[in-house]
């Protein structure tokens, strides 16, 4: 069942996040997910099954950004 994940991340401008993109779009799906660049936190949402938790979280390290579940 799919839920929506809210996570802070450390990404201060789009362009930085382009070679990330793609990835992202392969492991959740295009369209099913945003990143609110003015949010002091710089929110990802994932509408994703929660399994996916650790691959958002291997993508992002992997292009030196943090990344952390947020509880809501």
Request: aromatic share 10%; net charge negative.
């Amino acid at each position: 069942m799919e839920s929506i994940l809210v996570f802070r991340t450390s990404i201060q401008e789009s362009a930085a996040f382009n070679v990330a993109r793609g990835q992202l779009n392969e492991l959740i799906g295009e369209n099913k997910w945003t990143v609110d660049l003015d949010d002091e936190d710089k929110v990802l949402r994932a509408v994703c099954v929660a399994e996916r938790e650790s691959g958002i979280k291997e993508i992002f390290d992997q292009y030196g950004f943090a990344c952390e579940l947020m509880p809501y």
